[in-house]
């Protein structure tokens, strides 16, 4: 028996070794990122290279010299993003629950339907569709871009929130009817709450894909309304001058709400899953 | 509860406004256009037939664009399936710090493609590139970027593509691979199974409709690579890393030709739906069977 001990503790350090070397690997681009917008940057004239500092916050105060605007587009950014992601995770939840609850014959077929739409890139329909918003005079407005985002992201939403909300047993919504309860008070004070988890989850990701969009805000928009990618790309066909000190501090700025975001709500996203047989 | 009409109408108008609105309608007029040679700059418009998937077929950029795409999905999508798995498969098991490890380990996704171009840009060309400082401390001379070069153009932007997405898959496959019971990889590995052999039994059958899901979402993201090749390389040099989705958008967006602008982004569009039949047939077997 002590040779299998022996044999597990050994795995266990290869796993830990194995972690390290991924992670740093992984990290080792994004780590020389933010070295850059610290003012960090390796010389490479010398032999060997060396780094040149000293370190400083200047290029992170250079962004808003470069781009004007980039603190709006940033509030921007975050001010769709959040409200296409509860946008999309209202329809999406309202329409998953009446999925999971209409029993009808073919319900996969349609839930992996979702799951094709969700897979199917935007630039599929992206051309017509800026049209028919310039027609429709939503070109360039917040409305325009939040519904469009929402739009994008919902078969996502429907998919993952139908694979949880599938996983309810139904007893605690037909005890609430007995008390008399209708669709509204079922919806809110039993399916929410059970759901909450999964529908948080589900948000966080779903504003992590809304921020990062770029095709979407960018065909529909000319100017008025800026999300972060847009300006990013602007600034990279048109001068390309940019220093990348700058450029670094602008990336690092545009990940860390992000970040953060994940950092704090880890645990809930552990709730995410594109299984509907899995997880509570 | 059971649901009545009323109900339903509730819980599913909002949902299909917004489909229909911003995605059905849109895609469906815009495949009703591709046959005609509407412009929204233009000021008449005739009847074209086939004449825009035939112009778009037979030019040499988008022959290069499906090559190109055909390539870097058979290669991206299961580079990142292994290595994404692989990570799972190293978290599957609780330790110290996890929750900090997967955070640290999403990290890459959360980039957005755009600003991962940017990155990878400063990262491979100029004075402060990772390659020459890696180079330099091997002694050698400055290294050629491999962007400019038409060989490794789209072999770099795969890789950058594995870079971002193995983390996600990681975030997608964990869940499941944590809710295996331990008792069956203990069992697997009393019985002396090699490593690849517990994989194969232990966790492909239970997570086969997850991989499938993972799999499907991989597929599109990469037929539809656009961001991140758009500031990398621009499609170049020449035609050696334009993807269709890059194609499309110079058509339509740059060049003004709308027409074929929407017709090749259909085609990626009838490309997708193609894999998402198999995707529906195979998804379909693992729940039945």
């Not at chain 1, 999406?92 to 014959?105: D, E, I, N």
């Not at chain 1, 008025?224 to 990618?229: L, R, Y």
């Not at chain 2, 180079?135 to 060989?151: E, K």
């Not at chain 2, 069956?184 to 086969?208: K, N, T």
């Amino acid at each position: 028996m002590s040779s299998l001990r022996a044999r597990r503790r050994r795995d266990a350090v290869i796993r830990i070794l194995l972690l390290i070397a991924a992670i740093t690997a992984f990290l080792l681009p994004l780590t020389w990122t933010a070295l850059a917008s610290f003012g960090l940057l390796p010389d490479n004239s010398t032999r060997p290279p060396s780094w040149e500092g000293p370190i400083t916050l200047d290029h992170f105060r250079e962004i808003g010299v470069a781009e004007p605007t980039f603190w709006q587009e940033l509030a921007t950014s975050t001010a769709a993003a959040a409200c296409a992601a509860a946008l999309t995770i209202l329809c999406s939840f309202l329409a998953a629950y009446g999925l999971v609850r209409s029993r009808f014959v073919g319900e996969d077929l349609l839930t992996q339907s979702f799951l094709v739409l969700a897979s199917l890139p935007a630039m599929a329909y992206v051309i017509p569709l800026s049209d028919l918003m310039r027609r429709a005079h939503l070109v360039d407005t917040f409305a325009g871009v939040v519904l469009t985002e929402a739009a994008v992201t919902a078969p996502l939403a429907v998919y993952v929130l139908h694979g949880a909300l599938r996983q309810l047993s139904p007893e605690w919504e037909e005890a609430a009817v007995i008390d008399g309860a209708g669709l509204f008070r079922v919806l809110g004070e039993v399916v929410f709450p059970m759901a909450a988890p999964s529908l948080a989850a589900t948000a966080i990701v779903l504003f992590v894909l809304d921020w990062n969009l770029l095709l979407v805000p960018l065909v529909l928009t000319s100017g008025e309304i800026k999300t972060v990618p847009v300006a990013m790309m602007d600034f990279f066909t048109f001068e390309r001058e940019l220093d990348w000190p700058t450029a670094a501090a602008a990336l690092v700025v545009s990940l860390v709400p992000v970040a953060i975001l994940v950092g704090v709500f880890h645990r809930v996203l552990e709730r995410f899953s594109l299984d509907a047989s899995l997880g509570a | 509860m059971r649901l009545t009409q009323r109900d339903r109408l509730f819980l599913f108008a909002p949902l299909a406004f917004l489909l229909s609105g911003w995605l059905a309608l849109p895609a469906l007029l815009g495949l009703l256009a591709t046959f005609t040679t509407y412009s929204p700059f233009g000021t008449s418009v005739h009847v074209a037939g086939l004449n825009n998937y035939v112009a778009v077929i037979q030019d040499l950029q988008f022959g290069a664009a499906v090559r190109n795409i055909a390539v870097f999905t058979l290669v991206a999508v299961p580079g990142e399936l292994a290595l994404g798995f692989g990570l799972a498969y190293l978290l599957r098991r609780p330790i110290r710090g996890r929750g900090l490890w997967r955070v640290l380990l999403l990290l890459p996704w959360l980039v957005s493609p755009i600003a991962n171009g940017v990155m990878w840009h400063f990262l491979l060309v100029g004075a402060t590139s990772i390659l020459d400082f890696g180079s330099g401390w091997l002694g050698q001379s400055n290294v050629a970027s491999p962007i400019g070069d038409v060989r490794l153009a789209l072999p770099t932007i795969i890789a950058v593509e594995i870079w971002r997405e193995a983390p996600f898959v990681t975030f997608l496959l964990l869940p499941g691979l944590s809710s295996i019971p331990n008792e069956l990889w203990e069992r697997a590995s009393l019985d002396g199974a090699s490593w690849i052999r517990q994989v194969f039994d232990v966790a492909l059958p239970p997570l086969r409709s997850l991989l499938l899901a993972v799999t499907m979402l991989l597929v599109g993201l990469s037929l539809g690579s656009f961001d991140s090749v758009l500031i990398l390389t621009g499609g170049g040099p020449g035609t050696a890393s334009v993807t269709p989705a890059l194609y499309s958008y110079n058509q339509a967006f740059v060049v003004n030709n709308w027409p074929i602008g929407a017709a090749s982004a259909w085609l990626i569009a009838v490309a997708v739906l193609g894999v998402g039949l198999v995707y529906m047939k195979l998804a379909r077997r693992s729940t039945t069977g």
